[in-house]
RNA sequence: GUGGGUGUGGCCUAGCGGUUAAGGCGUCAGGUUGUGGCCCUGAAGAUCGAGGGUUCAAAUCCCUUCACCCACCCCA
């Protein structure tokens, strides 16, 4: 009996929050181009092996949040839940490698979750992400961190905290796993029910739960920064160097961890201040594993991804965007047959010339007509009657300035109205 | 996935066991002959999220379910 809604986590996008919206992504494209940095645009479904077998089989990604369905032909097909992995399909499938390298790129698209939805947190979410694949270099981890906070920047965001991390390469976080085994064996008892189960699906996880952020054993654990290679700590110290280079302030979080597999060395993440619950805007790290994975060639990478929802809810919250959409410049009042038909050629006339137009629909009185314009928001009223369709004129009233209304003729409005705005 | 909160016309809210569910905003129409914003009048629009149950009687109590919100989990 009950009409039918939005399907659960998924939302519409009306009319009033389409502006927010485009100004969001038309700014992340621009600074997207002001690195050099160019779309790419991949499907929205992918083969499911694109995601499963990257992610990490102990991955949230793979155990529940993958939207997964056979098409008619038989295909295992899944939702995009993520950029990257697709990404870097298309970077095979194209031999992109045969271009210079580091290719750059940015998507801008929809991704889909099956994750229990709350604030900050949608089963159909917005990301805009941008890889540079091909390179190992510190300095395109510090690219990626400086376009991201370049992004935020101008969108208005401001006294975001940026927090990296280095997780060293797969091998590195065997070994640091081993160690934190052995550092939370002892205490395994004491800790929350979560960290135990952490402690044999993904222990690194333990270090950023919110329960045990106080447990000793927890305060006391050894950091992945005494455990890295010399190679991993070069690296990241030289991100650290471009970094400062660039004037880009950071904190060092040891915690951050990751919850895929395929991720390597540099990790960071983005949060606004007075952090809560959903509050990570955008996050990024290096992913130097995940080409082979996918078939293709060893081939180092680094990106980042931010969350458009997260970025307009604290757009909203600072009051960086009032709803404020642009008005239409020119509504029509037709009256009687004459009338409408004139005015419908006027309004021809106007869009020709670039001048948008709302046209009043014929049939009404001519106060509602008026109340009509008026709601419009529109910066002149065309009122178009018998009258005017005869002498070749259109009476041309400003709606929202205290000019008074004058007749023209209908060769001459485009170019007064021109000359009055 | 776990725990908690909420659910009344498009929006905000009143009503919290008992006659035809009230108000504001918004929408539409009208306020004499071709002119808006204020004001006035009127209309449409709610089986009170949905489904069961208790009761002579339920929007009001109970159960289930769905959705949203908050925290955890996870992540953008």
Same mark, same amino acid.
């Given at each position: 009996?009950?009409?039918?809604?939005?399907?659960?986590?998924?939302?519409?996008?009306?009319?009033?929050?389409?502006?927010?919206?485009?100004?969001?992504?038309?700014?992340?494209?621009?600074?997207?181009?002001?690195?050099?940095?160019?779309?790419?645009?991949?499907?929205?479904?992918?083969?499911?092996?694109?995601?499963?077998?990257?992610?990490?089989?102990?991955?949230?990604?793979?155990?529940?949040?993958?939207?997964?369905?056979?098409?008619?032909?038989?295909?295992?097909?899944?939702?995009?839940?993520?950029?990257?992995?697709?990404?870097?399909?298309?970077?095979?499938?194209?031999?992109?490698?045969?271009?210079?390298?580091?290719?750059?790129?940015?998507?801008?698209?929809?991704?889909?979750?099956?994750?229990?939805?709350?604030?900050?947190?949608?089963?159909?979410?917005?990301?805009?992400?941008?890889?540079?694949?091909?390179?190992?270099?510190?300095?395109?981890?510090?690219?990626?961190?400086?376009?991201?906070?370049?992004?935020?920047?101008?969108?208005?965001?401001?006294?975001?905290?940026?927090?990296?991390?280095?997780?060293?390469?797969?091998?590195?976080?065997?070994?640091?796993?081993?160690?934190?085994?052995?550092?939370?064996?002892?205490?395994?008892?004491?800790?929350?029910?979560?960290?135990?189960?952490?402690?044999?699906?993904?222990?690194?996880?333990?270090?950023?739960?919110?329960?045990?952020?106080?447990?000793?054993?927890?305060?006391?654990?050894?950091?992945?920064?005494?455990?890295?290679?010399?190679?991993?700590?070069?690296?990241?110290?030289?991100?650290?160097?471009?970094?400062?280079?660039?004037?880009?302030?950071?904190?060092?979080?040891?915690?951050?961890?990751?919850?895929?597999?395929?991720?390597?060395?540099?990790?960071?993440?983005?949060?606004?201040?007075?952090?809560?619950?959903?509050?990570?805007?955008?996050?990024?790290?290096?992913?130097?594993?995940?080409?082979?994975? !996918? &078939?293709?060639?060893? %081939?180092?990478?680094?990106?980042? $991804? /931010?969350? #458009?929802? +997260?970025? @307009?809810?604290?757009?909203?919250?600072?009051?960086?965007?009032?709803?404020?959409?642009?008005?239409?410049?020119?509504?029509?009042?037709? !009256? &009687?047959?004459?009338? %409408?038909?004139?005015?419908?050629? $006027? /309004?021809? #006339?106007? +869009?020709? @010339?670039?001048?948008?137009?709302?046209?009043?629909?014929?049939?009404?009185?001519?106060?509602?007509?008026?109340?009509?314009?008026?709601?419009? &928001?529109?910066?002149?009223?065309?009122?178009?009657?018998?009258?005017?369709?005869?002498?070749?004129?259109?009476?041309?009233?400003?709606?929202?300035?205290?000019?008074?209304?004058?007749?023209?003729?209908?060769?001459?409005?485009?170019?007064?109205?021109?000359?009055?705005?």
């Amino acid at each position: 009996m009950a009409s039918p809604r939005a399907p659960r986590g998924m939302h519409d996008t009306l009319p009033e929050d389409a502006d927010l919206w485009r100004h969001i992504r038309d700014t992340a494209e621009r600074v997207a181009r002001l690195f050099d940095y160019q779309q790419i645009t991949t499907p929205i479904v992918e083969d499911a092996s694109v995601f499963l077998h990257t992610a990490g089989d102990e991955s949230d990604i793979v155990q529940k949040e993958v939207y997964l369905f056979d098409d008619r032909g038989g295909d295992r097909l899944a939702l995009r839940p993520e950029g990257t992995a697709a990404v870097c399909r298309a970077y095979i499938e194209h031999g992109m490698s045969s271009r210079p390298q580091p290719v750059r790129l940015f998507y801008f698209g929809p991704f889909f979750r099956y994750d229990r939805p709350q604030a900050g947190r949608y089963r159909q979410l917005w990301q805009f992400g941008a890889e540079a694949i091909g390179t190992d270099s510190p300095a395109a981890d510090a690219e990626l961190i400086d376009l991201q906070l370049t992004l935020y920047r101008e969108l208005g965001l401001e006294g975001l905290t940026l927090r990296i991390n280095s997780i060293g390469t797969a091998e590195t976080r065997r070994r640091y796993a081993e160690v934190l085994r052995a550092h939370f064996e002892p205490h395994i008892g004491t800790l929350s029910r979560d960290s135990q189960r952490r402690f044999e699906t993904n222990i690194l996880r333990i270090l950023d739960s919110k329960e045990d952020l106080e447990h000793p054993a927890v305060q006391s654990a050894p950091s992945i920064l005494e455990h890295l290679s010399d190679e991993d700590r070069e690296h990241f110290e030289a991100v650290q160097t471009h970094l400062r280079a660039l004037g880009i302030a950071y904190e060092i979080d040891p915690r951050i961890v990751r919850g895929l597999d395929y991720y390597a060395r540099t990790v960071w993440e983005v949060e606004p201040p007075g952090a809560g619950g959903q509050s990570t805007i955008g996050a990024g790290g290096r992913y130097d594993g995940l080409m082979e994975i !996918l &078939g293709g060639p060893s %081939t180092p990478a680094v990106g980042f $991804a /931010t969350g #458009i929802e +997260r970025v @307009a809810l604290n757009m909203r919250e600072r009051g960086l965007w009032q709803a404020a959409s642009e008005h239409v410049e020119v509504v029509t009042v037709p !009256l &009687g047959d004459g009338g %409408t038909a004139f005015a419908a050629k $006027a /309004t021809r #006339i106007l +869009r020709d @010339a670039g001048i948008s137009v709302r046209s009043g629909l014929a049939g009404r009185s001519m106060r509602a007509a008026m109340r009509g314009a008026e709601a419009s &928001g529109a910066t002149w009223a065309l009122i178009v009657g018998d009258r005017e369709a005869e002498a070749g004129v259109v009476q041309l009233k400003p709606m929202r300035a205290e000019a008074d209304q004058r007749e023209v003729r209908l060769d001459d409005l485009v170019s007064a109205i021109r000359e009055l705005r």
